[in-house]
């Protein structure tokens, strides 16, 4: 394993997963192909492309494009691929579910016919806690069954599902990781934490669904970027590792912290409307991946002091984001008039 194809490079994980595996591995390739939709980034791969150029490679190309992939395979060589592509956020799933049941769903089977077609060393899908469904009590193990409530989490499962069913059908050497909520660095800020940091720190209200008590396993990008790592080096062909801290916080503890890091008053607190089929908890059992050695190297709180302050000293990446017409459109859309 040493020319990696990583699928959906550009996004937040991704790229973050690109920046960790080059600066590890100096025998390593990687060509990250991504279709730039609007929460691909090339400014997320700046660094990479200018400390590691001659080992990164950038492919635009829509992994539902069964010969567009097939060309990149062959260009650079591939012999694994890491899979982030996917659209991913909740909310957008609930408006316009479409793209995520071709991207997250489709893209994957094609990405898998051509793991097949070339036999790759290793196809390995990134996946998410929320493929269980809401878990109101207990923790969440591999073998449990799935019970996804939104498009974005039935989108995934179904991603996971064709996994599986390649691995057992054509025995394409399969892994799975499903990670719990990542923060950290080049996060698009429609996902709950930069969004809440970057409008703190323009003073700005923080739109807080329902009564701010659902808990998510908030895990540092890159310590979740290191289990991949050690799926794909020490996991078994066909097996699924869930992936984070494994303790949970309440999303106005989350707040709070958020606020009282930036010194911020809690009056920016702006409780809103639910969001429709909220997931009160995910909690994983990490117990199968710890047993390969890894754990998290960020608590919750080291976790979301470390992404405060790079949202505070990398306003160059976020505002030209946060003032564009798309990111304009959908705020508007999304939280005009939901005030309770
Ligand atoms: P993101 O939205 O920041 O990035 C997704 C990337 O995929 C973007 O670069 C986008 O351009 C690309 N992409 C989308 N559709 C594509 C297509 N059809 N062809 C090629 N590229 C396409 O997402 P993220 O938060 O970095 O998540 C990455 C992966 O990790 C996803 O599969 C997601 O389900 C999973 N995951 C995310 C989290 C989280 O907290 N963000 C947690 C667990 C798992
Ligand atoms: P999000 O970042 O969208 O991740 P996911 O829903 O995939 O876990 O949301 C994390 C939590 O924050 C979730 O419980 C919903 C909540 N949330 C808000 O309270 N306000 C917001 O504006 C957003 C986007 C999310």
Redesign the pocket.
Known sequence: MQNLMV??G?????SNFVRYMLQKYAGYRIVV?????Y??NLDNLKDVQRDFGARYAFVH????DAAAVRAAIHQHQVDSVVN?????HVDRSLMEPDEFIR?DVF?THVLLEAAKAFGLERYHQ???DEVYGEVLEGRSRETDSLHTRSPYSAS?AGGDMLCIAYYTSFDVPVTITR????IGPYQ?PE?VVPLFVTNAIDDQPLPLYGDGSQMRDYQYVVDHCEGIDVVLHQGEIGEIYNLGIGAETRNIDMTHAILDILGKPRSLIQPVKDRPGHDRRYALDVSKIRALGWEPNHSFEEAIEDTVRWYVENEWWWRPIKSGVHYQQYYQQQYQGREV
């Open positions: 699928t959906g550009a996004g937040f994980i991704g192909y991504d279709k730039l939709t929460a691909g190309g829509d992994v539902c982030f592509a996917a659209a991913t991207t893209g990134v996946s998410t995934k990670g719990s909520n990542n698009y996902k």
